[in-house]
């Protein structure tokens, strides 16, 4: 285990420059390709000057971890197990409260074949400092609340541990995460689904992409910046360049997400129980239009998100229209 400080640098400050290794407490270490995947706070993407993050990006979680018997964890948890056999359950009373400034969220999972409750808070650092609130005062009111209190009870507290994350950010991905010798993975280039708060599967994704771009061009002997720029492309290309869309956190913070959701749920609704009275189609088109137009003053004020949402429609549509030779796919 070793502390990455500093990069080593080829040729730095010209056009050729290329990272070639790096500087940690325990020595250097030079390599062709260096992967970065140390984190938000990652000293080496800011070295690099592939990131500058501020308030805005950063959220900061806090998990408070307590001790209780297995056997009352399943009494008040209807339990499951999933496909590999591990006993869990759905989680307490998930929410995600507040407006602008202070958004933030909760969750608590019981693990009853071990014997512990997780506990967590979620606070985006920008609201919380102009809130003036501490994310523990966000704890003790979510331990307070009935489910949360019950799940605890009789338990012992265990510790205590913190952690930044760049999910729930109103900034998005890096314009670009590699250099020639560096790629940037996971929460190091800021890279996080930006709406759910998840990342492990980012990170999972863009490290085999990095893992199997180095083992390539070990095998042709190729460590050219063209070989780097293609993780980028990967990246755009897939899942992960098509979350990008920060704007949705503003519909979040404003109110218009829920608004958008409530609509598709009472059109749905409106659909199948007119569909079940014997109403006609287009009967049930213009009551349902309605309900669905109400969502869209909230979801105009992010413009960039239509936009987003178009691009990758078609993208699919064209992959689609290609099989039946009626496009040609780009």
């Given amino acids: 285990m070793a502390l990455a400080t500093d990069l080593i640098w080829e040729n730095q400050g010209s ?26 706070h990652s000293l080496l993407a800011r070295k690099a000057g592939l990131v500058r993050w501020g308030t805005d990006k950063i959220m900061l979680a806090i998990k408070y971890i307590y001790r209780v018997d297995g056997e009352l964890l399943r009494q008040r948890l209807q339990t499951y197990y999933d496909s590999d056999g591990v006993e869990t359950d759905w989680g307490a009373m998930p929410t995600m409260a507040g407006d602008t400034p202070e958004f933030w969220g909760s969750h608590a999972v019981a693990c009853p074949g071990r014997g512990i409750v997780n506990i967590i808070i979620y606070q985006c650092l920008r609201e919380a400092v102009k809130a003036r609130v501490n994310i523990h005062q966000r704890m003790q009111w979510y331990l307070q609340q009935p489910p949360i209190n019950r799940l605890i009870e009789g338990g012992e507290f265990v510790c205590c541990n913190f952690h930044c994350l760049s999910s729930g950010d109103l900034v998005g991905y890096p ?122 003053p909230p979801v105009l004020e992010a413009p960039y998100m239509m936009k987003t949402i178009a691009a990758v429609g078609v993208k699919k549509a064209s992959a689609l229209l290609a099989m039946f030779g009626m496009a040609s796919e780009k």
């Fill in 175 to 296: 314009p670009k995460a590699y250099l020639p010798g560096l790629m940037l993975v996971g929460d190091a280039g800021g890279f996080a689904q930006v709406v759910d708060n998840f990342g492990a599967n980012v990170a999972q994704v863009q490290g085999r992409m990095a893992a199997e771009l180095a083992a390539e061009m070990k095998a042709k002997n190729d460590y050219s910046e063209a070989m780097f720029a293609r993780y980028d492309a990967m990246w755009r290309d897939s899942f992960i360049g098509e979350d990008n869309v920060p704007e949705m956190n503003v519909l979040m913070r404003n109110g218009g997400f829920q608004k958008l959701v409530g609509c598709i749920d009472e059109a749905a609704s409106t659909f199948f129980k007119k569909r079940t009275n014997n109403t006609s189609y287009p009967s049930i088109v213009l009551n349902v239009l309605p309900k669905m137009l109400q969502a869209l």
């Fill in 15 to 40: 056009e050729s420059a290329r990272v070639k290794g790096v500087i940690t407490d325990a020595g250097n270490f030079e390599a062709p390709v260096v992967i970065d995947a140390s984190g938000l």
